[in-house]
T-cell receptor, first 112, second 108 residues
Framework: DSGVTQTPKHLITATGQRVTLRCSPRSGDLSVYWYQQSLDQGLQFLIQYYNGEERAKGNILERFSAQQFPDLHSELNLSSLELGDSALYFC???????????FGPGTRLTVL | GQNIDQPTEMTATEGAIVQINCTYQTSGFNGLFWYQQHAGEAPTFLSYNVLDGLEEKGRFSSFLSRSKGYSYLLLKELQMKDSASYLCALLDDYKLSFGAGTTVTVRA
């Protein structure tokens, strides 16, 4: 158990819908990262927040957005969902003094 | 891009040693990570190399050569529970870029 929590574990929804994934980092960690893992693309970096501010951005679609709240939990919002958005979404966190990212258990999103 | 390459699959016998190679093409990065991932589960941290050389952690060791664009993960005394995917990843400005992973199957 890495100490990073994610909810929900599974999410099934329809095309065109919007969902919100939630992540709580390890105690003391200020950075939160979001990754998408699909069968054909592997593990892809989406976005990073540090202490409430966006710090780095990967190939995140415009339909996707994220934020980090004052209590340091983070939410990833996915809208206008398409079949191809079906994937495992992982959150990771790291402390200010370390480069190591610890991953949460993930949310499996299925878009039908 | 990072162009990270790893073999797709490897098979080894329980108790044996397996070496997973990772090559990459990039102009600069902070360090190289190895993660283990069982199917459908979260990647778990195994090792991190910043400087060239060998890092040893129990049954797992990792090596980095920046000049050769090469790293390897060495798994010793293989156990059945080591059957998993092993991901090589480069850290560059807070972003981790992952290879496609090497699926290791341990046979009795």
């Amino acid at each position: 158990d890495s100490g990073v929590t994610q909810t929900p574990k599974h999410l099934i929804t329809a095309t065109g819908q919007r969902v919100t994934l939630r992540c709580s980092p390890r105690s003391g960690d200020l950075s939160v990262y979001w990754y998408q893992q699909s069968l054909d693309q592997g593990l892809q970096f989406l976005i990073q927040y540090y202490n409430g501010e966006e710090r780095a951005k990967g190939n995140i679609l415009e339909r996707f957005s994220a934020q980090q709240f004052p209590d340091l939990h983070s939410e990833l919002n996915l809208s206008s969902l398409e079949l191809g958005d079906s994937a495992l979404y992982f959150c990771a966190s790291s402390s200010p003094s370390s480069d190591t990212q610890y991953f949460g258990p993930g949310t499996r999103l299925t878009v039908l | 891009g990072q162009n990270i390459d790893q073999p797709t699959e490897m098979t080894a016998t329980e108790g044996a040693i397996v070496q997973i190679n990772c090559t990459y093409q990039t102009s600069g990065f902070n360090g190289l990570f190895w993660y283990q991932q069982h199917a459908g589960e979260a990647p778990t941290f195994l090792s991190y190399n910043v400087l060239d050389g060998l890092e040893e952690k129990g049954r797992f060791s990792s090596f980095l050569s920046r000049s050769k664009g090469y790293s390897y993960l060495l798994l010793k005394e293989l156990q059945m529970k080591d059957s998993a995917s092993y991901l090589c990843a480069l850290l560059d400005d807070y972003k981790l870029s992952f290879g496609a992973g090497t699926t290791v199957t341990v046979r009795a």
